[in-house]
């Protein structure tokens, strides 16, 4: 059984996360063509054919258990404007890990992410009931780690060449968590900066 119950639609004021479908598909490649987005990705999701594969192949495992992935649209233009996943999800050990989060550049610091990361985070604590939610970014993704930071989690350190990216160069992977008991906390500076 599934710890995440198909289906799962997350909504804020700016974002609505829904489950990723095919009939999303065409515009999340149309969206991934911008070179920018993959710069610090260990995969260039800018080719249409490759991001269509990688769109398909996160359908297919939200079958099997082993991710659940989202379109992040933008509420009040109706547009979709990335995509996100659950994944590593250990329910025996009551954590996972939010990642796979890229979005169209022009909604970068817009606050769309802050947003989105706030209704995963409370769905995995308060409906999961998670003990520890993980974020991993490559070391040189600066603007990631930034995001990450700004969130609330905590570093907890370098995984040396952790994993060979497509064009096989090893990269080091930054590793962040927040825990349930840390949750009220980053819930309520969260709250308090999706307020101004």
Same mark, same amino acid.
């Given at each position: 059984?599934?710890?995440?119950?198909?289906?799962?639609?997350?909504?804020?004021?700016?974002?609505?996360?829904?489950?990723?479908?095919?009939?999303?598909? +065409?515009?999340?490649? @149309?969206?991934? $063509?911008?070179?920018?987005? =993959?710069?610090? !990705?260990?995969?260039?999701?800018?080719?249409? %054919?490759?991001?269509?594969?990688?769109?398909?192949?996160?359908?297919?495992?939200?079958?099997?258990?082993?991710?659940?992935?989202?379109?992040?649209?933008?509420?009040?233009?109706?547009?979709?404007?990335?995509?996100?996943?659950?994944? +590593?999800?250990?329910? @025996?050990?009551? $954590?996972?890990?939010?990642? =796979?989060?890229? !979005?169209?550049?022009?909604?970068?610091?817009? %606050?769309?992410?802050?947003?989105?990361?706030?209704?995963?985070?409370?769905y995995c604590f308060e409906i999961l009931k998670a003990v520890r939610v993980?974020?991993?970014?490559?070391?040189?993704?600066?603007?990631?780690?930034?995001?990450?930071?700004?969130?609330?989690?905590?570093?907890?350190?370098?995984?040396?060449?952790?994993?060979?990216?497509?064009?096989?160069?090893?990269?080091?992977?930054?590793?962040?968590?927040?825990?349930?008991?840390?949750?009220?906390?980053?819930?309520?500076?969260?709250?308090?900066?999706?307020?101004?």
């Amino acid at each position: 059984m599934n710890w995440i119950q198909h289906p799962v639609t997350l909504e804020g004021t700016k974002v609505k996360l829904s489950p990723l479908e095919s009939a999303h598909f +065409n515009e999340l490649v @149309e969206v991934a $063509k911008q070179k920018a987005i =993959w710069a610090n !990705y260990s995969i260039d999701g800018s080719e249409p %054919g490759k991001m269509a594969s990688l769109l398909k192949s996160a359908v297919l495992m939200r079958a099997t258990g082993e991710q659940y992935p989202f379109t992040i649209i933008d509420k009040i233009n109706n547009k979709i404007i990335g995509s996100t996943r659950l994944y +590593n999800a250990y329910p @025996e050990h009551r $954590k996972l890990e939010i990642g =796979w989060t890229w !979005y169209d550049p022009a909604y970068w610091g817009s %606050g769309h992410n802050i947003e989105c990361k706030y209704l995963l985070l409370g769905y995995c604590f308060e409906i999961l009931k998670a003990v520890r939610v993980q974020f991993q970014t490559n070391e040189t993704n600066e603007r990631s780690r930034a995001a990450i930071q700004k969130i609330g989690a905590t570093y907890e350190g370098i995984l040396r060449k952790e994993r060979k990216m497509e064009n096989g160069i090893f990269r080091n992977t930054v590793m962040f968590s927040i825990t349930d008991d840390e949750w009220p906390g980053v819930k309520k500076m969260l709250e308090e900066r999706l307020a101004h």
